[in-house]
């Protein structure tokens, strides 16, 4: 692997712009949550960038953060009630989508590979003229995201734990699409390596759950859509991925462990608003991601239950179980099923499942 780092290749100068936020701040007479509101990061994040510079929990602000309260200010410091109306970060950013559900084999990496192949093939609605840029982002310690698309380890350029280190000192990262293009693939891919598991255990559990969205902030104005491959099990990490989002989906197969992942996901996602952790965070879709047709009478009747649980997100289609899935997942590089064999009934399942997570508020 490339040494990451250690000769200026990947990280931006560390610039302190959090004189000029307090400067603000003070003049403007602003609330951690006013600072938070107008840039996007927590207000736990904001009150580590107001600390004093010798306390340990210090942070440096994001060259971007003070971009955002300098254009707040250049737009006439609007009172922030009034912005919460209004979309706190410009339109151009990515819609980020977490897929998790804690139970292992639920279908989240699948799923991540096809929608995010699917969309980069789709026009931009930002721009109709040119394709939507996808990041895939590997946030499982099995790599499986990673190895699909890069087989070979010592490909892997950017990683997550070279962020999560980045991110801890308090210093920031400038983007550059090569640290995340491999030329091969239609879609980028911010990788797991097989340390992140012990880089992770290394960060403080207040600090963890907060990190990703920070991480993605950095990504965020140079895509149209970030797909997060959530992990099989608890902890911070698996919060850090659903506080990271902007929409939560969930996929499960028919069966009562998999159903029980998807009420684990409601209530972090209720205690991440109710906290403030992330305000605009929401459940989008729940999906069954493998179901033999036609159905079985038991997965009728758990599929019947989800539904009648979750009726505002529950997707009608579901995702047939066949072997194209497998075969267009397994190629390298890989096919979402959609290319792989599009006329196949489970092309037009993703199609659907794809069309109603986009469309969904
Ligand atoms: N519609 C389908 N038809 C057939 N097989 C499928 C389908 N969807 C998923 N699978 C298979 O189910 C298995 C589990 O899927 P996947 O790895 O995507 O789940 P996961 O939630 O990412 O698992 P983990 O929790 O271990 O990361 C894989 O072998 C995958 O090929
Ligand atoms: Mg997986």
Not at 40 to 60: E, I, R
Not at 174 to 194: E, H, I, M, W
Not at 341 to 348: Q, R, T
Request: glycine share 4%.
């Amino acid at each position: 692997m490339r040494a990451l780092f250690s000769k200026g290749e990947y990280m931006t100068e560390v610039m302190d712009c959090n004189d000029r936020i307090k400067e603000i701040r003070a003049d403007k007479k602003l609330k951690h949550a006013d600072i938070s509101e107008i840039t996007g990061y927590s207000p736990n994040t904001v009150k580590k960038w107001l600390t004093a510079k010798d306390s340990k929990h210090y942070q440096v602000a994001p060259v971007q953060a003070l971009k955002l309260m300098e254009q707040w200010l250049s737009e006439g410091a609007k009172p922030i009630f009034q912005m919460s109306t209004e979309p706190s970060l410009p339109s151009a950013l990515a819609e980020v989508w977490a897929l998790t559900n804690h139970k292992g084999g639920s279908g989240k990496t699948t799923s991540v590979i096809n929608f995010a192949l699917m969309l980069s093939k789709q026009n931009s609605e930002i721009d109709p003229t040119r394709k939507n840029n996808v990041l895939i982002v590997d946030a499982d310690f099995q790599q499986n995201a990673t190895k699909s698309l890069v087989p070979f380890p010592n490909d892997i350029k950017l990683s997550i734990s070279d962020l999560l280190r980045l991110n801890d000192s308090g210093k920031t990262y400038s983007y550059k699409k090569s640290d995340v293009k491999y030329d091969v693939l239609g879609v980028d891919l911010l990788a797991a390596t097989n340390t992140m598991s012990s880089d992770i255990a290394g960060i403080e559990p207040h600090d963890l759950v907060f990190a990703l969205k920070e991480i993605l902030e950095w990504f965020k104005p140079h895509y149209d859509y970030i797909l997060i491959d959530g992990l099989p099990s608890k902890g911070s990490w698996y919060v850090s991925v659903i506080a990271a989002a902007d929409k939560v989906v969930i996929p499960f197969k028919p069966n009562k462990f998999d159903v029980w992942g998807v009420s684990d996901v409601f209530e972090h996602v209720k205690k991440l608003r109710i906290r403030e952790i992330n305000k605009k965070v929401r459940v989008a879709a729940v999906f069954c991601s493998d179901v033999a047709r036609p159905y079985r009478i038991l997965d009728k009747v758990i599929l019947e239950e989800v539904q009648d649980r979750y009726p505002d997100v529950f997707c009608p289609t579901t995702i047939k179980n066949t072997v194209k899935v497998k075969e267009g997942c397994d190629a390298y590089p890989p096919q979402s099923v959609a290319d792989y064999d599009p006329k196949h009934d489970v092309a037009e399942d993703y199609r659907q499942v794809l069309d109603f997570i986009k469309n969904a508020k």
